[in-house]
């Protein structure tokens, strides 16, 4: 049996959890689901980084000691966990005694060996990163990340020499491309190789700080920080000689996002390698949430709180927002607008619908249960082998962990699965009696909303269960294998009998319900806008897309169902009431110019996730586009 071992950062505990924190757990969190349906034995590491100035000025500032105030803080995150469907196996802290050990011994280890010594060093110290930069590291003289002026601080310290392996960690990532990813982060660290590395300040004297690890060597020193943090994610195995350790440190896989990289990808495995421990296997970084373009800040009030999304939406649609949304690598934005309309169109209309209405045919046609297929036709197996490459494609992206993708590809068989039902039409084989048939058409679509229930479990547990439970199984994680489904199209068996109705994600609320394009005034009737600021105007998203597809709205002569690539693996449905000046044909594969992240509305039914602006001229519309090929995402301005 394979095994898999994820890990988080370890939190500072000098602030609550928010969503940035969460992303990171719900991401490990899904992996490991997904691992654990892989049929591997899986574990899954998150836990507080508790030592530090950083913590102490928080605890004083809260006018509490620093124990007492680092229990409080660590708590709030370790109850935060369950309440957001992550199921960790364990939660390390800095201040366990185990790890305390931990840590002494791998010092005691590597300065046995000669790898650290004792030296004088002057250089500017941010108190806020907890480290020191060089003259030419600094930003007009300022920390590069807290814009604020370092001290100038000269002592003596102990260094680790992280120079020695240059040369090895340089070689090693180059010849395990897999080692760190994206490739931009691993691209990253190449070029920070290209110059010469420093040796690593690795204590705190304890004139300046207490609250660390002293180091077994010489008591007048503490660790710095993170050569104390890192070390977590051994010590929480057992190392050296756990089974733990000896089962799951083969297959580490640790996640964080790029501000912290460099401790990662650098001072990490040549930690390791100077301690003569095995590396870790992947290093995989992520980009920054950002809500409404800017940093999440406490000082600008836009920290986003999980359990207030979790109540607002629900576990299922907030976690299926953060991995959809997010492209591993890639800045992310958060905005409650945009997780309701993915909401509305991908939980509630494709996933939603496609149990509502396959169930209710079963009610209505088979009494509830599983029909007997018959032999399958061509166009039965066209979706059966779309099932089985969509399940291939999905295992490939989340054993990557790009999860947005993999989503992408499922919900693209999802919206197959609608589609077959449309095209098969049930109701008409009902009408003609061709029982057989509708048999067969049923048992597939009920073998499809099974894969379906297994694949989307990692990312909605809940939903997941839900799903398998309205189908009549059992679900047992330690008995699926996603890689076995990816070959083999498992039928239900016939005869079970399913939920009468499903009613899975209704939809969420706040969607602007315009089912009329008001009319357009005529130009001169119009009075003289409002003088608008630079900042309205930089509200507006606006972006090349290319027209994917496009077909006419049922019920009225105006409108147009535009799919729409905007890039970046984003693709939005858009009514656009272009139906008078352009036939659907006319207008597939061209450029067009879009508002992308103007409230999303439903018109006729359809939720429409943006506009295409048009140029009204004497005779018609006329699309606005780009004057040569560009790519989809392209932004203007
Ligand atoms: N204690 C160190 C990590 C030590 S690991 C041996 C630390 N802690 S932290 O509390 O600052 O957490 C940083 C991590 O939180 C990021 O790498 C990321 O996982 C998560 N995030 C915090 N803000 C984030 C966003 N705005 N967006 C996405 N993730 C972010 O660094």
Redesign the pocket.
């Known amino acids: 049996m394979n095994s898999f071992y994820v890990t988080?950062?370890?939190?500072?505990v000098n602030?609550l959890p928010?969503?940035?924190?969460a992303?990171?757990t719900i991401l490990a969190d899904c992996a490991n689901r997904f691992h654990r349906l892989l049929n591997e034995k899986t574990y899954f590491l998150t836990g507080t980084?508790e030592h530090g100035d950083k913590i102490v000025q928080a605890a004083e500032k809260n006018g509490e000691d620093p124990k007492s105030y680092v229990d409080k803080i660590s708590a709030r995150f370790q109850g935060l966990w369950p309440e957001l469907g992550v199921e960790n196996n364990a939660f390390i802290r800095t201040t366990f005694p185990s790890h305390k050990r931990c840590v002494q011994r791998i010092l005691q280890d590597v300065f046995d060996k000669g790898d650290i010594y004792f030296g004088e060093y002057g250089g500017y110290y941010c108190y806020g990163c907890e480290c020191f930069y060089t003259e030419k590291e600094l930003e007009n003289g300022l920390c590069p990340d807290h814009l604020e002026k370092p001290t100038y601080i000269k002592e003596e310290n102990y260094f680790f020499r992280m120079s020695k392996y240059q040369d090895w960690l340089k070689e090693h990532i180059l010849s395990h491309p897999d080692f760190i990813q994206p490739r931009q982060y691993r691209a990253e660290v190449l070029a920070m190789l290209r110059e010469p590395l420093d040796d690593l300040c690795i204590s705190r004297p304890k004139t300046r700080l207490t609250w660390g690890i002293e180091l077994p060597f010489d008591q007048r020193f503490v660790t710095y920080?993170?050569f104390d943090?890192?070390i977590?994610?051994v010590s929480a195995l057992g190392w050296p000689d756990h089974e733990l350790f000896r089962t799951f440190w083969p297959n580490a896989h640790h996640?964080?996002?790029?501000?912290?990289l460099k401790?990662?990808a650098v001072f990490w495995p040549t930690m390791l390698k100077a301690a003569g421990i095995e590396l870790y296997k992947g290093l995989r970084v992520?980009?920054?949430?950002?809500v409404d373009e800017t940093?999440?800040s406490k000082s600008l009030g836009n920290v986003v709180d999980p359990l207030e999304m979790r109540k607002k939406y629900g576990l299922d649609g907030f976690r299926y927002f953060l991995m959809r949304e997010m492209q591993l690598g890639h800045d992310?934005s958060f905005s409650e607008q945009a997780l309701v309309s993915r909401f509305n169109a991908d939980l509630a209309n494709d996933l939603g619908n496609l149990f509502n209405r396959s169930l209710s045919m079963a009610r209505k046609y088979f009494q509830g249960k599983v029909p007997q297929s018959g032999a399958w036709t061509a166009e039965d197996r066209e979706i059966v082998d779309r099932g089985l490459r969509t399940m291939h494609d999905y295992v490939q992206c989340f054993q990557d962990f790009r999860m947005a993708r993999g989503l992408e590809t499922f919900w693209e068989f999802i919206r197959g699965l609608n589609k077959y039902i449309d095209l098969s039409a049930p109701w008409k084989l009902r009408k003609e009696g061709d029982m057989d048939r509708l048999a067969t058409v049923m048992a597939l679509v009920l073998a499809g909303l099974r894969r379906t229930a297994l694949a989307v479990w990692p990312i909605m547990p809940d939903a997941g269960q839900k799903m398998c439970a309205q189908l009549g199984l059992d679900f047992r994680p330690e008995e699926i294998d996603l890689i076995e489904e990816a070959g083999n199209w498992r039928q239900l068996q016939p005869g079970t009998a399913l939920a009468e109705r499903s009613n899975l994600f209704p939809r969420q609320e706040f969607i602007l319900e315009q089912e009329q394009i008001t009319e357009s005034k005529s130009r001169e009737q119009e009075p003289e806008p409002a003088e608008a600021g630079y900042e309205d105007f930089q509200k507006l998203q606006l972006l090349t897309g290319k027209v994917l597809a496009a077909e006419k709205v049922k019920g009225t002569d105006k409108l147009l169902k535009l799919e729409v690539d905007l890039g970046e693996e984003r693709k939005r449905t858009i009514v656009a009431g272009l139906a008078k000046d352009y036939a659907p044909q006319e207008i597939q594969g061209r450029q067009v110019t879009v508002v992308a992240n103007l409230k999303p509305r439903k018109l006729r039914g359809i939720l429409s996730q943006g506009m295409v602006l048009t140029v009204h001229t004497p005779s018609g519309l006329t699309i606005l586009s780009p004057e040569q090929d560009v790519p989809p995402g392209s932004r203007i301005s």
């Not at 928010?18 to 924190?21: M, P, Y």
């Not at 996640?255 to 912290?260: E, H, P, S, W």
């Open positions: 988080t950062p370890i939190y500072y602030a928010h969503l940035g924190h992303y990171t980084d920080v993170w943090a890192l977590n994610y996640l964080v996002a790029k501000d912290i401790p990662h992520h980009g920054y949430w950002k940093k999440m992310g």
